[in-house]
Structure formats: structure tokens, C-alpha cells
């Protein structure tokens, strides 16, 4: 049996709205400005800490879809799906899912046949939209959000024994935490919401 790591991430606040203590009240210029502004809607719309989620390689690399033109590539598109060292952007949590299953490696293989393929940014939209489940395919495969990737990689690779019946037009990071929440494959669910041992956290990270 071998082990499949999923990190879910959201980002640090944008340094330049840090005095802002409230700063939804300056939107129309946080929108344009700051970074980390759709990280914030992810979180909110799903009511969660968690606006990403990554694939860990057997490298220790993260495999994941992203926007993130700034971050470091290691092999794949800044733009969409690549693999990134660990910490390659300003995080305000991370945290990892271990699961086991003798589907790890093909689940892996399956993830890295996307690389290079592009961000979806449609998928945002529909963090927000009240579209009935159908009028939207997020199973996209010329293009990827992070958890999309990593559901759709699951279901190619085997991990549920159905394809996935899903009632909503996208997959968020929250989403696949909620497939798992009772899955006994999760094997370090107790420990989950604790930092990753021995990970180097950023300043604005806990």
C-alpha cells in the first residue's frame, strides 16, 4: 500500500493591505490590486481556510494547477498545471492529507499527463454563480483548477470504485476534503489540522 498527499493551501495576505484591517471597504481597489484576491472569495464562498490544493510527487514537489505566474516552475506551464517546489509562494496555512492506497502511483501518473495544460479561470465564476448543476463540465481536461485536477485524477486513477456523481458545476478544495471526511483510507485524519511536521512555515504562516 502506498500513500497519496494532497496539500491544501490558501495564500498570505498581499503585504501591501496589511494595515487594512478591514479592507473589503476599499474592493473596487483590492480587486484590482491584490494578488490573493480570488483566494479570498474561494475561502469565503466555501466557508473554509482552504483555497488550494496541491498533489505531492514522489519528489516532495507539488503537482497542482495555479495562476501564479510569479511562483517557480520546476516543469509545466506558470499558467495552469506544473510542478512547483514546496514553497513556492507566500502561504498563510498548509496542511496534508495522507491517504492509502495502492492506486498512488497510477493516480500520480494520471495528474502528470496534464502538464503543461492551462489555469481555468471559468471555475471562479462558478464559486459565485447559481447555475443549475449540468450547465457546466468541470471535467475540462484542456484546462484545470487545482481541485479539479486532483478529483478528476482521482476518479481516472481509481480511488472511488464509481465515477463520481456530482451535484455542482465545479470542485473545490474544500469539496474533496468533505469526499474523504469519512473515507478510512485517510490515515492521519486526527492529526490534519495540525502544522506539517518538519515543514519550514513562511512569516505569515501558522
Known amino acids: ?48 481556510p482552504f ?5 505531492m510527487t514522489d519528489e516532495g514537489n507539488m503537482l497542482g494547477a495555479s495562476d501564479s505566474p ?10 495552469g498545471v506544473a510542478v512547483r517546489p514546496q514553497g513556492y509562494q507566500a502561504f498563510a496555512y498548509r496542511r496534508r492529507m495522507v491517504l492509502e492506497t495502492d492506486r498512488a502511483d497510477d493516480i500520480r501518473r494520471i495528474a502528470m499527463s496534464q502538464l503543461g495544460k492551462r489555469f481555468d479561470n471559468s471555475s471562479l465564476k462558478d464559486f459565485i454563480s447559481d447555475k443549475f448543476p449540468g450547465q457546466r463540465d468541470w471535467r475540462l481536461t484542456d484546462r484545470w483548477f487545482c481541485a479539479e485536477l486532483v478529483a478528476w485524477s482521482m476518479e481516472v486513477g481509481g480511488f ?6 456530482w451535484p455542482k458545476n465545479r470542485v473545490s478544495p474544500t469539496d474533496i476534503l468533505l ?28
Not at 510569479?70 to 499558467?79: C, D, S
Not at 474523504?180 to 512555515?201: A, K, S, Y
Open 160 to 165: 472511488w470504485e464509481q465515477p463520481l456523481s
Open 179 to 206: 469526499l474523504c471526511l469519512t473515507d478510512h483510507r485517510w490515515v492521519n485524519r486526527d492529526t490534519f489540522w495540525l502544522p506539517v511536521p518538519g515543514l519550514q512555515l513562511g512569516p505569515h504562516e501558522r
Open 70 to 79: 510569479a511562483a517557480p516552475v520546476i516543469e509545466g506551464n506558470p499558467m
Open 51 to 55: 483555497s488550494h490544493v496541491d498533489m
Open 1 to 48: 500500500m502506498s500513500e497519496l498527499v494532497l496539500q491544501f493551501s490558501t495564500s498570505a495576505p498581499d503585504p501591501r493591505w496589511s494595515w487594512v484591517r478591514y479592507n473589503w471597504i476599499h474592493f473596487p481597489f483590492r480587486f484590482l490590486l491584490d494578488k490573493n484576491f480570488a483566494s479570498t472569495w474561494i475561502r469565503r464562498a466555501n466557508h473554509s
